[in-house]
């Protein structure tokens, strides 16, 4: 198992609907995770960062985090045309920093208006 | 607050050619990342700085790429001699300290042909 794995997609929402990103760890890195959003042909970034197990909440954004399953999520709620991108699934390197980072392959987004 | 500055942008090179890119970092930002974005994948780090030093650069093909930020302020990336597994873009991060969140450049797409 590689050590961060999405799907990658694509994702295809209508807009203002629920979209749900997902994403799947191994025991190879430590319990610090990241989403970053990555539109074509920018740079990655940061919408959400999670360290415990459970919900956290930020405007229309929701990440969720279940250890005991190896799993991470984002839930994008009212999802809006703009919000279409790449989402990138990320974890804090053992004995790394939050910026020493092991991503996944990303997940493509497309909300359809 | 002025991002973090990559050039060039855009590189097109031939296999065995060198190429250099350089970063400068957010005004004040100890801690400098590197890392490589192949199409279709996530990033992939190659090196982090901590002021002048090197902290993880595990990922970096030494055989062939190199990297300094001899003063702790900007660094360059080197490739000699390029390879057509290269091509990819190299994306340069910072971070006020290893403990806080890394902004991304704009990345400098290289092809090598």
């Not at chain 1, 990241?34 to 999670?50: A, D, H, T, V």
């Not at chain 1, 999802?79 to 392959?105: H, V, W």
């Not at chain 2, 190429?19 to 990342?33: K, Q």
Request: glycine content about 8%; overall charge positive.
């Amino acid at each position: 198992q590689k050590e961060v794995e999405q799907n990658s997609g694509p994702l295809s929402v209508p807009e203002g609907a629920i979209a749900s990103l997902n994403c799947t760890y191994s025991d190879r890195v430590s319990q610090s995770f990241f989403w970053y959003r990555q539109y074509s042909g920018k740079s990655p970034e940061l919408i959400m960062s999670i360290y415990s197990n459970g919900d956290k909440e930020d405007g229309r954004f929701t990440a969720q985090l279940n250890k005991a399953s190896q799993y991470v999520s984002l839930l994008i709620r009212d999802s809006q045309p703009s919000d279409s991108a790449t989402y990138l699934c990320a974890a804090e390197n053992y004995g790394g920093s939050q910026g020493n980072l092991i991503f996944g392959k990303g997940t493509k987004l497309s909300v359809k208006p | 607050e002025a991002g973090v500055a990559q050039s060039p942008r855009y590189k097109i090179i031939e296999k065995r050619q060198s190429v250099a890119f350089w970063c400068n970092p957010i005004s004040g930002h100890a801690t400098l990342y590197w890392y490589q974005q192949i199409l279709g994948q996530g990033p992939k780090l190659l090196i982090q700085f901590q002021n002048n030093g090197v902290v993880d650069d595990s990922q970096l093909p030494k055989d062939r790429f190199s990297a300094e930020r001899l003063k702790g302020v900007d660094s360059t990336l080197k490739i000699q001699p390029a390879k057509l597994e290269d091509s990819a873009v190299y994306l340069c991060a910072s971070s006020r300290n290893s403990n806080t969140e890394a902004f991304f450049g704009q990345g400098t797409r290289l092809t090598v042909v």
